[in-house]
């Protein structure tokens, strides 16, 4: 089945109508809503076997007969009230069947309209047996179909596009390409239903001959049956513009409708769309399908669904993945060289950039260095400056305070004690220093101190040892 075709209808339930416009047969699929699923044309010739253009799978799917025809015979009865209106047209079969034809020999349906005075107004459709066996076997043998219905298509067609509120006598005429349905109407009842061979075309060719015919049927039956009243309104379906004005320079009243419509199409999609419904002007020409047949109904519109959507959907997929692989691949191509060049120029910035941090760690720690440094000659140079004459130093050790604060040790000699005090004085009174501590001190002969810094004295000295903490 074609893509488009499984586009349009996904898993809802389809149903065919055929339909006999003149040269060819119309086939149209719709949902239950009677949205249009498919429009298509089986073409044939003495030579050829028939087939369906565009190609339709028909296994599996449920098609309806949209019968019309001289073989269709649609005829209003007076059924009593008090009778079950199915057992009585049984039983009654002459008031609406042509002489010699019984029940067997037709398909059979009725349609129960207004009651009044004890007579139910009653609509019958047949259909000849014979007729519509031959016809559904050849469509069966040549292309598979299997029928499940026949329909009244005129019939269904009037009753989809009736218009509401119908009072007094109507008269509804429906326009197809080589055929004319006339209905006559008596409010919502139908009173009178014929067939003429001839239709849009026919008119177009020869009009005289088909408002002849036309009015022929329409007088006779108001002359007839309606004491000689015409009808109060014409109601045109199909392009029949001319006829409406026809009406109109008779000073007859009359309304178009679906002038732009194709009416074989709309004839057999009201069909279509008529077979989901239950009861009423429908007829059962097969069982229902089995289960087996269910199950492989579904399978396969399964099977269609993957091969026709999904299988597609994913070649499409993969095709563009790989057109956009391919111009990846092309973009590389191109780009390769400049990258090279500017993975080399980055390569280039990133040691240059580790360089310079190495080289900015480097002297950070010069800075820190100097800085310390300074600060130590900035110290010992404080240390000078307090220092009286009679001070002097054999060692000085400083220590870089890692977790506490610097310190200052100080080795020497004095004089005399006056003079070490004096010293001791002077660097506490010293804002740099938080603290001076005289960690020894002590009386030593001249020689144990030449011993000691080999410092030439002529007397005694003060040796001592001094922690400053900065």
Same mark, same amino acid.
Not at 125 to 134: G, I, P, Y
Not at 156 to 182: K, N
């Given at each position: 089945?074609?893509?488009?075709?499984?586009?349009?209808?996904?898993?809802?339930?389809?149903?065919?109508?055929?339909?006999?416009?003149?040269?060819?047969?119309?086939?149209?699929?719709?949902?239950? &809503?009677?949205?249009?699923?498919?429009?298509?044309?089986?073409?044939?010739?003495?030579?050829?076997?028939?087939?369906?253009?565009?190609?339709?799978?028909?296994?599996?799917?449920?098609?309806?007969?949209?019968?019309?025809?001289?073989?269709?015979?649609?005829?209003?009865?007076?059924?009593?009230?008090?009778?079950?209106?199915?057992?009585?047209?049984?039983?009654?079969?002459?008031?609406?069947?042509?002489?010699?034809?019984?029940?067997?020999?037709?398909?059979?349906?009725? /349609?129960?309209?207004?009651?009044?005075?004890?007579?139910?107004?009653?609509?019958?459709?047949?259909?000849?047996?014979?007729?519509?066996?031959?016809?559904?076997?050849?469509?069966?043998?040549?292309?598979?179909?299997?029928? /499940?219905?026949?329909?009244?298509?005129?019939?269904?067609?009037?009753?989809?596009?009736?218009?509401?509120?119908?009072?007094?006598?109507?008269?509804?005429?429906?326009?197809?390409?080589?055929?004319?349905?006339?209905?006559?109407? &008596?409010?919502?009842?139908?009173?009178?239903?014929?067939?003429?061979?001839?239709?849009?075309?026919?008119?177009?060719?020869?009009?005289?001959?088909?408002?002849?015919?036309?009015?022929?049927?329409?007088?006779?039956?108001?002359?007839?049956?309606?004491?000689?009243?015409?009808?109060?309104?014409?109601?045109?379906?199909?392009?029949?513009?001319?006829?409406?004005?026809?009406?109109?320079?008779?000073?007859? &009243?009359?309304?178009?409708?679906?002038?732009?419509?194709?009416?074989?199409?709309?004839?057999?999609?009201?069909?279509?769309?008529?077979?989901?419904?239950?009861?009423?002007?429908?007829?059962?020409?097969?069982?229902?399908?089995?289960?087996?047949?269910?199950?492989?109904?579904?399978?396969?519109?399964?099977?269609?669904?993957?091969?026709?959507?999904?299988?597609?959907?994913?070649?499409?997929?993969?095709?563009?993945?790989?057109?956009?692989?391919?111009?990846?691949?092309?973009?590389?191509?191109?780009?390769?060289?400049?990258?090279?060049?500017?993975?080399?120029?980055?390569?280039?910035?990133?040691?240059?950039?580790?360089?310079?941090?190495?080289?900015?760690?480097?002297?950070?720690?010069?800075?820190?260095?100097?800085?310390?440094?300074?600060?130590?000659?900035?110290?010992?140079?404080?240390? /000078?400056?307090?220092?009286?004459?009679?001070?002097?130093?054999?060692?000085?050790?400083?220590?870089?305070?890692?977790?506490?604060?610097?310190?200052?040790?100080?080795?020497?000699?004095?004089?005399?004690?006056?003079?070490?005090?004096?010293?001791?004085?002077?660097?506490?009174?010293?804002?740099?220093?938080? /603290?001076?501590?005289?960690?020894?001190?002590?009386?030593?002969?001249?020689?144990?101190?030449?011993?000691?810094?080999?410092?030439?004295?002529?007397?005694?000295?003060?040796?001592?040892?001094?922690?400053?903490?900065?």
């Amino acid at each position: 089945m074609q893509f488009s075709l499984w586009f349009k209808r996904g898993f809802k339930p389809v149903c065919y109508a055929l339909y006999n416009s003149g040269n060819e047969w119309r086939v149209i699929g719709t949902h239950s &809503d009677g949205s249009l699923v498919y429009d298509g044309r089986i073409t044939a010739s003495d030579e050829t076997k028939p087939t369906i253009a565009p190609y339709l799978d028909t296994d599996g799917e449920t098609f309806t007969l949209a019968h019309a025809g001289p073989t269709l015979l649609l005829r209003p009865v007076e059924v009593p009230e008090s009778e079950e209106p199915h057992e009585w047209l049984h039983k009654n079969s002459e008031s609406f069947l042509p002489f010699s034809i019984t029940m067997e020999d037709v398909h059979f349906d009725y /349609r129960s309209q207004s009651a009044d005075n004890g007579i139910r107004h009653t609509l019958t459709a047949v259909a000849k047996r014979s007729f519509v066996h031959a016809l559904t076997e050849k469509f069966n043998t040549a292309l598979g179909i299997r029928f /499940r219905h026949i329909k009244a298509a005129p019939l269904e067609f009037l009753l989809s596009h009736l218009p509401p509120d119908l009072v007094g006598i109507t008269a509804h005429i429906i326009l197809d390409i080589q055929r004319t349905y006339i209905f006559i109407l &008596d409010h919502q009842d139908i009173r009178l239903y014929k067939d003429l061979p001839g239709g849009e075309l026919l008119f177009k060719e020869n009009q005289e001959q088909f408002l002849t015919e036309m009015n022929n049927v329409i007088v006779d039956f108001w002359e007839l049956h309606l004491f000689g009243t015409p009808p109060l309104h014409y109601f045109i379906y199909g392009p029949g513009k001319e006829l409406a004005d026809h009406f109109a320079s008779k000073n007859q &009243d009359a309304t178009l409708l679906l002038a732009e419509a194709d009416i074989s199409q709309e004839i057999a999609k009201v069909s279509a769309k008529a077979s989901f419904q239950k009861g009423g002007n429908k007829t059962e020409l097969a069982d229902p399908p089995s289960d087996s047949l269910r199950k492989r109904i579904l399978w396969k519109h399964i099977a269609s669904f993957l091969s026709h959507t999904l299988l597609p959907g994913l070649v499409g997929l993969l095709l563009l993945i790989l057109f956009f692989k391919g111009l990846l691949l092309l973009w590389q191509h191109h780009t390769e060289p400049n990258f090279s060049a500017l993975q080399g120029k980055i390569h280039q910035l990133n040691r240059l950039k580790e360089e310079n941090r190495s080289l900015r760690t480097e002297l950070l720690q010069n800075n820190s260095l100097i800085s310390r440094r300074s600060q130590t000659t900035l110290l010992l140079e404080k240390v /000078r400056q307090v220092t009286p004459d009679g001070v002097w130093f054999s060692q000085m050790n400083f220590q870089e305070g890692k977790e506490g604060p610097d310190k200052l040790f100080l080795t020497g000699f004095s004089e005399t004690d006056q003079e070490l005090q004096r010293l001791f004085r002077n660097l506490e009174s010293l804002a740099s220093f938080k /603290r001076v501590e005289l960690l020894t001190s002590q009386s030593v002969s001249a020689g144990e101190a030449y011993r000691k810094t080999q410092t030439v004295s002529s007397k005694p000295v003060t040796f001592f040892k001094m922690e400053i903490t900065k």
